[in-house]
């Protein structure tokens, strides 16, 4: 028995504890908080290249340090997503736990033995091969620019639809700016994007102009961090405390200067523990925005429904853990004239509903499809 485990890939993130020995099969491992704030996103791969004979059933995975604030898990929520080379993503069933003498939880799956490559995630990844199949089928709609560097010099891109401000009065288009992946390991947001960029290359507004930064935190999102230090509050405070931010700030005038702004929309996770649906985290407002941003709410809750939309909808922001939501919205409205919304999303069950990414990309839909029918 020689399992490896595999973590050099974008996105990969693991601390191995234990490998299985000749006595037992379990693999002890902890998500790694790359010296940020929360330990929360794990992403890695097993294979044994030179299995035992004969090939041991099963294999247990186990999951240490769950219960550190800020990234508690509830166990009974805590499904992680599993695939074989090649295959689909399955949600593995809620664990089994068990408890050490000092009081420490621990969460265990068993799995098939690995005979060929396996993955295993906190949910459903989302990278640039992901991101390159939904502009694969978009046909062309979306145009992709480098807009800066980010703080480890890489290029940062955005996705625009081409449609520019040039009418004048009524007929300058709406603008939208979406973003995702401020926090680098929360990749609900991202397949909301997924569905909400497809939603919007099908329709092919004219008089919408759609600006999106799909991946605000790519260092963060390279390197699998969950929140490292690229979190969202850096991006707006002024002036911005990481190089990226700067980038953003700098893209969002010059989309504001190029269409009537309307809406930003940054796409987040909930908390770990927090499965009662996708809600809006929202900050303190001046009575005219509140009147604005109170009709966003609304017409995104109704187009969520009761699959999606959690109850209370719309959530203010209480904690220092909210803090990006107040500073965008500030920023936005200070910058733009416009409201701004942070839309979160479970990692695991929606309401009662288990999500996968074609649950995600239905939700985004819908929030796409609320968008373009306001007016």
């Not at 200070?334 to 074609?358: D, F, N, S, V």
Request: aromatic share 8%.
């Amino acid at each position: 028995m020689a399992i490896r485990v595999l973590n050099r890939f974008p996105g990969a993130n693991v601390r191995v504890l234990a490998l299985p020995q000749a006595t037992g099969g379990e693999l002890v491992f902890t998500p790694d908080p790359h010296g940020g704030p929360a330990a929360l996103w794990f992403d890695f791969r097993i294979e044994d290249p030179d299995p035992p004979v004969p090939v041991p059933e099963t294999l247990v995975l186990t999951l240490r340090f769950f219960d550190v604030p800020p990234g508690k898990i509830n166990p009974e929520h805590c499904r992680p997503v599993i695939r074989e080379t090649g295959k689909s993503w399955n949600r593995l069933r809620a664990p089994a736990v068990t408890t050490l003498d000092d009081g420490q939880a621990l969460l265990h799956w068993t799995i098939p033995y690995p005979t060929s490559r396996v993955e295993i995630a906190l949910s459903h990844p989302y990278g640039r091969d992901e991101l390159d199949v939904m502009l694969n089928r978009a046909k062309g709609y979306w145009r992709e620019e480098c807009i800066g560097l980010t703080q480890g010099g890489r290029l940062l891109t955005r996705l625009d639809n081409r449609v520019d401000g040039k009418g004048k009065g009524s007929a300058v288009p709406r603008g939208l700016y979406l973003l995702a992946r401020q926090h680098p390991g929360e990749t609900p947001g991202s397949w909301i994007l997924d569905g909400m960029l497809e939603t919007l290359s099908r329709a092919r507004p004219a008089n919408w102009c759609v600006w999106s930064t799909p991946f605000a935190n790519l260092d963060g999102v390279i390197a699998g961090d969950q929140a490292g230090g690229g979190t969202a509050e850096l991006a707006w405070a002024s002036p911005p405390l990481r190089y990226e931010g700067a980038v953003l700030q700098a893209d969002i005038s010059r989309w504001a200067e190029r269409c009537r702004p309307e809406l930003v929309v940054d796409l987040q996770a909930s908390g770990i523990r927090d499965n009662d649906g996708i809600h809006v985290s929202v900050a303190p407002a001046t009575p005219d925005a509140e009147r604005n941003r109170l009709a966003w709410i609304n017409i995104m809750q109704q187009a969520l429904g009761s699959e999606f939309a959690a109850d209370p909808f719309a959530r203010m922001t209480e904690n220092t853990a909210s803090i990006d939501a107040t500073g965008l919205s500030e920023y936005v409205h200070k910058a733009c004239g416009c409201c701004a919304l942070t839309i979160k999303t479970p990692y695991t069950i929606c309401r009662e509903t288990l999500m996968t990414p074609k649950q995600y990309r239905e939700a985004g839909r819908r929030l796409a499809q609320a968008i373009l029918t306001r007016w």
